[in-house]
């Protein structure tokens, strides 16, 4: 989970901040027809029509009767729409929900928090829930002794549900459990904070850091795979099923 932290650092991305952008760009000489936008996106110019349809990319400049510009807002979007759809396999509402948050001009805070909702998955409603409340609590408790701010925010309730769901196959995570993954990831967490950076625009930042969702998820599911197949591994070479050189790593070169 990403801590709203990474949030705050990013200050604020208004919508009147694009606009200037694009003025700026258009009078620069930085508009491209939809053939370019086409080459820097890697997105079909049919895909592109779709998407500029059902209203998730925004609709180019006429420059006349018959042709549309299009600048770098437009390529940082087609970017965010192509992975929320690539790599999250998200819907037309889904993504028309982040954009519109995007375009209606809301704080950066705000839109990274939407990304962690969008990521985490938590069901709708969960905030609520009574039968979360223990969960919820636990929750609390860890922010509490960690000094952790994010409430109320989507990785909370994201780990409110998380918890939720461990237990319903025999893994009840108390605090103490909670304040060891904490010891391990808050140090990491600072440093993908640093790494993310705060320059660019809204969908420059909401793509960053749902790439950065992803790819965390990927690395702590693997490593957290690979120790539960070395627990396991060991202690079938405790009980002598299992030869003990079972499995080792390469030799250094």
Request: one cysteine or more; a neutral charge; aromatic letters at 4%.
């Amino acid at each position: 989970m990403v801590p709203l932290l990474e949030a705050r650092v990013f200050g604020r991305c208004s919508h009147r901040g694009e606009q200037e952008g694009l003025a700026l760009s258009n009078t620069a000489g930085g508009s491209m027809k939809l053939s370019e936008l086409v080459d820097r996106s890697g997105v079909s110019s049919s895909t592109l029509k779709h998407w500029i349809r059902v209203g998730i990319l925004p609709s180019g400049r006429l420059r006349n009767k018959t042709t549309a510009v299009y600048d770098e807002r437009h390529v940082d979007r087609a970017l965010l729409i192509l992975l929320m759809r690539d790599e999250y396999r998200a819907s037309v509402e889904q993504i028309r929900a982040l954009t519109s948050l995007i375009d209606g001009g809301t704080s950066t805070l705000e839109v990274m928090n939407a990304c962690q909702a969008f990521a985490l998955g938590t069901p709708p409603g969960s905030a609520a829930d009574p039968a979360l409340a223990p969960y919820r609590e636990r929750t609390y408790e860890l922010m509490r002794r960690r000094d952790w701010r994010g409430y109320p925010g989507a990785a909370e309730q994201g780990l409110v549900h998380a918890l939720s769901t461990a237990s319903k196959v025999g893994l009840d995570y108390d605090v103490d459990d909670l304040m060891a993954y904490a010891d391990a990831l808050e140090p990491l967490a600072a440093h993908n904070v640093t790494a993310l950076g705060p320059t660019g625009s809204a969908d420059q930042i909401a793509r960053r850091m749902l790439t950065a969702i992803n790819a965390r998820a990927r690395q702590l599911v693997a490593v957290s795979s690979l120790a539960h197949a070395a627990v396991s591994i060991r202690a079938a070479i405790a009980r002598g099923d299992a030869p003990e050189d079972l499995a080792k790593p390469p030799a250094r070169d």
